[in-house]
T-cell receptor, first 115, second 108 residues
Framework: DGGITQSPKYLFRKEGQNVTLSCEQN?????MYWYRQDPGQGLRLIYYSQIVNDFQKGDIAEGYSVSREKKESFPLTVTSAQKNPTAFYLC??????????????FGPGTRLTVL | GIQVEQSPPDLILQEGANSTLRCNFS?????LQWFHQNPWGQLINLFYIPSGTKQNGRLSATTVATERYSLLYISSSQTTDSGVYFCAVSEGAQKLVFGQGTRLTINP
């Protein structure tokens, strides 16, 4: 089955620790994205990547880092510099730019809680 | 940057009723998507509709790009339609800008 997988589903972190969230897709999509959702809010873009080995900051990139070494994978690291990391994190992908190829599809999400 | 406003913020209906959700955006867009977020947080794609009208079963959507709004229609609502509906747009770069959502509750 084609789709986007995220792991883990739930993650608990102590203050001061870095954690990495996994996102994998087998849709052969070029573009991948990370969004953050806080309770009762819409999603906000953290980072996105249009091609392997290239990525751009979104609106709220401070305290986060990413890599894109493979087309299928786009891991997100939440660093200790992120002041308020407790949130729901969603990964998305799209075929690429242009017309209907812009349509984004989302994974099931990871709920991160800082203890 | 582009602004997205959704209305109403909350909507409570009885099963079988029809509903209309609205999305206003502040600038020209090249991507507009409607999503349904289920109770487990999964975002389900409903429509990719930067312009025109589409229908899928009991759901339909219309985007009037020149007037910068989109409407999502749900007919004969079912309890499984409950959840949060998001409109999201992009204006050039691929990032989506989301509205705050409409929380729909369908009572049996």
């Amino acid at each position: 089955d084609g789709g986007i997988t995220q792991s883990p589903k739930y993650l608990f972190r102590k203050e001061g620790q870095n954690v990495t969230l996994s996102c994998e897709q087998n849709l052969n999509h070029d573009a991948m994205y990370w969004y953050r959702q806080d309770p009762g809010q819409g999603l906000r873009l953290i980072y996105y990547s249009q091609i392997v080995n290239d990525f751009q900051k979104g609106d709220i990139a401070e305290g986060y880092s990413v890599s894109r070494e493979k087309k299928e994978s786009f891991p997100l690291t939440v660093t200790s510099a992120q002041k308020n990391p407790t949130a729901f994190y969603l990964c998305a992908s799209s075929k690429g730019s242009g017309g209907a190829w812009n349509e984004q599809f989302f994974g099931p999400g990871t709920r991160l809680t800082v203890l | 940057g582009i602004q997205v406003e959704q209305s109403p913020p909350d909507l409570i209906l009885q099963e079988g009723a029809n509903s209309t959700l609205r999305c206003n955006f502040s600038d020209s867009v090249n991507n507009l998507q409607w999503f349904h977020q289920n109770p487990w947080g999964q975002l389900i794609n409903l429509f990719y509709i930067p312009s025109g009208t589409k229908q899928n079963g009991r759901l339909s959507a219309t985007t009037v790009a020149t007037e910068r709004y989109s409407l999502l229609y749900i007919s004969s609502s079912q309890t499984t339609d409950s959840g949060v509906y998001f409109c999201a747009v992009s204006e050039g770069a691929q990032k989506l800008v989301f509205g705050q959502g409409t929380r729909l509750t369908i009572n049996p």
